[in-house]
């Protein structure tokens, strides 16, 4: 059987309101960044890793990190509402005309340090054995979300009233988007032009590795949950 290309697209444009350069801002020692492109080309899984940006600080920095930055974002994939599609289509598209097409794509989050070579392996892995068209990381909610609530008006309404007294054993586990990678078959992706497809399945990630970011304390809570992580994998490997 022939090897299939992959590439990965790291999505890094420089414009942030909430954290001033959060992309490139130092994470426990360096920049964020480095850290996804560092696990993508550990990985050894990719024909390419370049990183999507209209930045040229950005672009330096990765291009120093091993990353490609082929060519810079137009400005109507860099404002505050381009999607990631709209930055994937973009990339595809100006490979194809480069004359280079890939099997399946690899999107990245530039803020992602738990990310790792281990995990993208075993995540492409899962994926192919599958048969699926797409695969996205999650997280179990670590409450019931079927004994959620709404506010309207100022007042708490439950969102399924129905599950006020069910035992929490008897409600379905319920997950979200670990917001840190995805992988899909890039033929389903520029045809329905979206990640989340109907044949998509789970890679679970436990909420000790997953942190979104978009304040100064869910940085320093990524760095806190980080820090956390390396303690963890070197009690692992004294062990052995």
């Not at 690899?106 to 993208?120: D, G």
């Not at 609530?149 to 035992?167: A, C, D, G, S, V």
């Not at 820090?227 to 009690?235: A, G, I, W």
Request: glycine residues 4%; neutral net charge; charged residues 30%.
């Amino acid at each position: 059987m022939d090897k299939k290309k992959v590439v990965a697209i790291i999505t890094a444009r420089g414009g942030s309101k909430r954290i001033q350069k959060k992309n490139i801002k130092d994470f426990l020692g360096r920049p964020i960044l480095l850290y996804v492109i560092e696990a993508a080309l550990k990985a050894g899984l990719f024909d390419q890793v370049m990183v999507s940006t209209d930045d040229p600080e950005i672009a330096e920095l990765a291009q120093k990190a091993g990353a490609n930055v082929p060519f810079l974002r137009k400005p109507a994939t860099s404002d505050d509402y381009a999607t990631t599609t709209d930055v994937l289509l973009e990339v595809l598209e100006s490979y194809r005309k480069m004359g280079l097409e890939y099997d399946y794509v690899c999107c990245l989050y530039p803020t992602a340090p738990f990310v790792t070579a281990a995990k993208l392996n075993q995540a492409f892995v899962r994926l192919t054995q599958s048969g699926a068209t797409s695969l996205i990381p999650v997280v179990r909610y670590d409450f019931p979300i079927q004994r959620s609530f709404k506010q309207i008006e100022k007042l708490l309404i439950l969102n399924w009233p129905e599950h006020l007294n069910t035992r929490s054993q008897d409600l379905p586990e319920a997950y979200h988007d670990a917001g840190q990678f995805y992988f899909t078959k890039t033929a389903d992706f520029l045809r329905d032009k979206k990640l989340f497809t109907d044949f998509t399945i789970p890679f679970e990630i436990p909420a000790s590795e997953v942190q979104d970011i978009d304040t100064e304390e869910d940085w320093r809570m990524a760095e806190i949950k980080y820090t956390f992580y390396l303690d963890r994998l070197k009690k692992s490997a004294d062990r052995y």
